[in-house]
């Protein structure tokens, strides 16, 4: 049973697009989730390349995934990371951290593709303002569930009686699912708050038609059949429900808006740690915020 449909706002950056469906007007979360972009599938010149420059964080947990391409990312502790399809770069924000994305040196020379998932998730209460890190899990650390026609990648959590081994601020659950023309896969119930998104083929849910890159959260309890009808991908995205509620500001979650106004001004002031490696360039606080939460 679906409860609720979020569709996407779509933003077209020349070369690629970006799809997010969260945080909306109608939702801010589903479980830890506060932010889910699908960006891609692109396809770049020789010479060009994705040029995310240095921008800073609180209080929230970023997920990198890739179905295409490559990434590198740095941050502001020290980490230099390449990552392709298959692995997850989990970097914690806690009291705060700067990061960049770039297109790998290589891909650059070859016209780089890139197509894929970022997503944060907020922390929980007494885990807002932890020291920051970054883990990198290689796709042998995240399980391959695989049956007649459908496998599921475990990105975060437990589901169907395997876990990743990603770190868990809170309960939970993350999966990539592909699913062979008529193959069908029962959804786990036991997470307070579930959603699922297509981004690839014609799908159904317990018989209702799903349109591609809208969020369907789906309702508590409810162990819901999802089935494909050509070849299909879809993230299934959830956990535990918060009972404090949280607030996105630009880059910033947190459950104070006094310490998403304190982090703006520090940002600002420059008072954030720079990205070693990736010092020079840095995205400047936008005059109008267009990532926020609502009343």
């Known amino acids: ?3 609720q449909t979020l569709t996407p706002v779509t933003h077209d950056l020349g070369a690629f697009k970006v799809r997010r469906v969260l945080p909306a007007r109608e939702r801010t979360m589903v ?11 692109a396809q770049m010149l020789p010479g060009e390349g994705m040029d995310v420059r240095p921008h800073p964080h609180i209080n929230l947990a970023t997920v990198t995934y890739l ?5 590198q990312h740095k941050d502001s502790v020290g980490s230099d990371q390449r990552i392709e399809p298959g692995a997850i770069n989990l970097m914690t924000a806690g009291k705060g951290i700067v990061h960049s994305e770039r297109s ?18 907020a922390l929980p209460d ?11 899990v290689p796709s042998d650390g995240l399980p391959l569930v695989e049956g007649e026609g459908v496998s599921a ?32 896969l029962a959804i786990d119930a036991e997470a307070d708050e579930r959603a699922i998104m297509v981004t690839e083929g014609e799908t159904e849910l317990d018989g209702q038609r799903l349109e ?25 995205m959830g956990g535990e429900a918060f009972a404090t509620r949280r607030h996105v500001y630009w880059n910033f979650v947190s459950s104070s808006k006094d310490r998403l106004q304190q ?26 915020v267009r990532t926020v939460s609502y009343p």
């Open 126 to 136: 007494g885990k807002e303002e932890i020291d920051p890190a970054f883990e990198h």
């Open 31 to 41: 479980g830890p989730f506060i932010f889910v972009d699908e960006f891609g599938p």
């Open 212 to 236: 591609q890159f809208s969020l369907y959260v789906l309702a508590p309890g409810h162990r819901a059949t999802f089935k494909a009808s050509s070849p299909s991908r879809a993230l299934l």
């Open 67 to 71: 179905f295409d391409g490559a990434i």
């Open 1 to 3: 049973m679906i409860e």
């Open 153 to 184: 990648r475990v990105l975060m959590g437990t589901l169907w009686g395997h876990t990743a081994s990603t770190t868990c601020h809170s309960p939970t659950v993350y999966a990539d699912l592909l699913l062979d023309a008529g193959a069908s």
């Open 263 to 288: 982090a703006r001004e520090d940002w600002i002031e420059r008072r954030f740690p720079l990205v070693p490696g990736d010092e020079e360039e840095f995205i400047p606080f936008p005059e109008v």
């Open 104 to 121: 790998p040196a290589d891909m650059r020379r070859q016209g780089p593709s890139f197509y894929g998932m970022q997503t944060w998730l």
